[in-house]
């Protein structure tokens, strides 16, 4: 499978942005899917991940009640809904798929290009 990351940008503290996923492949409904960011001299690290089937999702601690992931089958799309955004969010944020929800990043085969996300003060 193919993915395609978008939606990154400056925002401000507070503000909000939306990404986007988007899948090449006829079988993007049988993978899971999850979001790493990766900021400057750090690993890459887990934000959030859903099941093939949406009925999962998975939250790193620091986003949680702030981000929301959801997926559209029809449109072979996942997409992270981030609020209320921190500096400390500031990274590359990518996608990634695999059969199964993992919380490290060498768990996923596939991966999109980076999206970069600057959140300023």
């Known amino acids: 499978v193919q993915l395609q990351a978008s939606g990154g940008g400056l925002v401000q503290a507070g503000g909000s942005l939306r990404l986007s996923c988007a899948a090449a492949?006829?079988?993007?409904?049988?993978?899971?899917m999850g979001w790493f960011h990766q900021a400057p001299g750090k690993d890459r690290e887990f934000v959030s991940a859903?099941?093939?089937?949406?009925?999962?999702?998975y939250y790193a601690d620091s986003v949680k009640g702030r981000f929301t992931i959801a997926r559209d089958i029809a449109k072979n799309t996942v997409y992270l809904q981030m609020n209320s955004l921190k500096p400390e969010d500031t990274a590359v944020y990518y996608c990634?798929?695999?059969?199964?929800?993992?919380?490290?990043?060498?768990?996923?085969?596939?991966w999109g290009q980076g999206t970069q996300v600057t959140v300023s003060s």
């Open positions: 990634a798929a695999d059969s199964m929800c993992w919380g490290t990043a060498d768990g996923y085969d596939y």
């Open positions: 492949g006829r079988t993007f409904s049988r993978y899971a």
């Open positions: 859903i099941s093939w089937s949406g009925e999962s999702t």
